[in-house]
């Protein structure tokens, strides 16, 4: 586990890393598909270095949930993540630093 302190950016090195060890002890690959590149929403914090997408579509339906749900307890309550546009062609993990 890394921690980071909140004055240092970007958050998106710690989403990073809790990926990578949930992929490894799951023994999948973690594909990361967008960071600070990409249209996002206007409100979004990819432009910031707080959010981070991660492939979803190669992963079978109930190891998406248990991959979702074991990088969100490593980040711990700071952070945040759901599956976005579950079911559609633009299916992928969003993973973000938002404390608030
Ligand atoms: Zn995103």
Known sequence: MIKVKYNVKPKNLVI???CAN???E???EVTVTSGMDGKHS???LHPR???L???SKTLDSEFKMIFLSKVLKRLGKSYQGFLED???VNEHFHFEYDPD
Request: net charge negative; no cysteine.
């Open 22 to 24: 949930v992929g490894n």
């Open 53 to 55: 997408d991660v492939r």
């Open 26 to 28: 799951l023994n999948i």
């Open 16 to 18: 990073m890393a809790a």
């Open 49 to 51: 270095g707080d959010a």
């Open 42 to 44: 206007p409100s979004s």
């Open 86 to 88: 579950e079911g559609k």
